[in-house]
């Protein structure tokens, strides 16, 4: 079983950037894939970026591409996304979630078994 904590969100300018975090406890994440997705309302889940626990492999969805970088801490158990140059549409509920790395990349939330609860990101225009 595992536990996910996101922090971090808030209300920016466009143009701005913040920082989430999300802290991982209760399981060895050493074969694991994170994920960091967008949900807004009426609307699925959507892929925001991946990254697998032990290398270090990252995936991004295109439009964050070049923006936004995911990383983690392996000692901590704590993954990160920075988020740079925010845009309205990057606005929504952003969760961390993480699975078994059955295959990669990891983009579809079927894949991840564990979510936390999200954190809120408003960028306004």
């Known amino acids: 079983q595992a536990q996910l904590v996101e922090s971090g969100g808030g209300l920016v300018q466009a143009g701005g950037s913040l920082s989430l975090s999300c802290a991982a406890s209760g399981r060895t994440f050493v074969r694991d894939g994170l994920g960091w997705f967008r949900k807004t309302p009426g609307k699925e889940p959507e892929f925001v970026a991946a990254i697998s626990w032990n290398g270090g492999v990252t995936a991004y969805e295109d439009s964050v591409k070049g923006r936004f970088t995911v990383s983690r801490d392996k000692a901590t158990k704590t993954a990160y996304l920075q988020m740079n140059d925010l845009k309205p549409e990057d606005t929504g509920v952003y969760y961390c979630?993480?699975?078994?790395?059955?295959?990669?990349?990891?983009?579809?939330?079927?894949?991840?078994?564990?979510w936390g609860r999200g954190t809120q990101v408003t960028v306004s225009s």
């Open positions: 979630a993480t699975g078994l790395m059955r295959q990669w990349p990891m983009t579809h939330s079927t894949q991840f078994d564990y």
